[in-house]
């Protein structure tokens, strides 16, 4: 009986595990429904289950493994940079080990619907205070850990080893918004969040991160666009 018993806490699954799996069905899920709906308003609504998924799965992830972990933003500006990522692909990194810097992919990582941005512009004016350590170069996706440092840039948003924001983090904004990828004045692809079009403007969606880990969804434009 004693035996039986162990063997059936082994199989089972934890709290945490089971909310890093639910995130990943509704990551799955949400991209199935952009198939289905046409416009960049079902995108962006599928873009928000998607970002609001991969961030309980990176606050599970931090509760799971007992370490730091990361949302991060693909972000690169070098002439070699992936086009089809910028401002649209996520991912989650955790720590390695405590304080060291290192970090490991959790997923293979996330894209947003064609034609939805991470907007870092509008959410620093709502309340994300970006800097320079508030965007850092990673190596991603990868299986062994990596300092941070080299690689590509990427924005972040950053949970303690416990599931709650990081110092600093606490009811930051993560705004994306319908935009279009085009050459800028040096030729280069770029999101022009500026001089966006008039029927795009206002067809945005943000998750606000409060201090407990939890996120919170804002839908109404004009709560987000200043």
Do not use: C
Request: glycine share 8%.
């Amino acid at each position: 009986m004693f035996n039986q018993t162990k063997r059936a806490r082994r199989q089972a699954f934890t709290l945490i595990e089971l909310l890093v799996v639910i995130s990943i069905i509704l990551i799955a899920s949400s991209i199935i429904f952009i198939g289905g709906n046409g416009g960049d308003g079902a995108k962006l609504s599928s873009s928000q289950r998607i970002v609001s998924g991969i961030a309980q799965g990176a606050r599970g992830q931090a509760i799971l493994k007992n370490s730091k972990t990361r949302l991060i933003i693909y972000a690169d500006t070098a002439g070699d940079r992936e086009d089809d990522k910028y401002l649209r692909f996520f991912g989650i990194i955790y720590e390695s080990e405590p304080d060291s810097n290192k970090w490991i992919a959790a997923t293979q990582g996330t894209s947003l619907p064609e034609g939805i941005y991470f907007d870092p512009q509008q959410s620093t004016r709502n309340g994300s205070s970006w800097s320079v350590d508030k965007k850092e170069k990673h190596k991603y996706p990868l299986t062994v850990a990596k300092p941070a440092g080299t690689g590509r840039d990427y924005y972040y948003y950053e949970f303690n080893s416990n599931g709650t924001m990081a110092a600093g983090f606490d009811n930051s904004w993560l705004v994306v918004r319908a935009n279009t990828l085009k050459p800028n004045a040096s030729g280069n692809l770029d999101v022009d969040f500026d001089a966006i079009e008039e029927q795009q403007k206002y067809i945005a969606g943000a998750l606000i991160f409060r201090r407990a880990g939890t996120t919170t969804m804002v839908s109404e434009p004009e709560d987000i666009v200043n």
